[in-house]
């Protein structure tokens, strides 16, 4: 899936879901060293748990960051 993120310094989120678990995560844009440990960290998680680790982060002084886009892209995936 292709996710067009809003209010961060990356501009995509590609990634895939498999047996409801999170893979392949890459960040188009961002932080790279930053935005490469989050894939890392959620490669293999399972849908929900990435979700409610990562939902409601916030970058200095935006409403969202990077993480809390991709659980935003992971939630539009599975219909939440």
């Given amino acids: 899936m ?5 209010g961060v310094c990356s501009q995509e989120i590609q ?3 498999e047996d409801n678990k999170v893979k392949n995560v890459i960040f188009t844009g961002g ?9 890392r960290l959620v490669e293999g998680m399972d849908v929900n ?17 990077c993480p809390d886009q991709l659980a935003q892209a992971l939630k539009k995936a599975i219909g939440k």
């Fill in 15 to 17: 990634f895939e879901i």
């Fill in 2 to 6: 292709e996710f067009k993120t809003n």
């Fill in 31 to 39: 932080c790279n060293g930053n935005l490469q440990g989050i894939s």
């Fill in 49 to 65: 748990d990435a979700i409610s680790k990562i939902e409601g982060i916030h970058c200095g002084h935006r409403s969202t960051s």
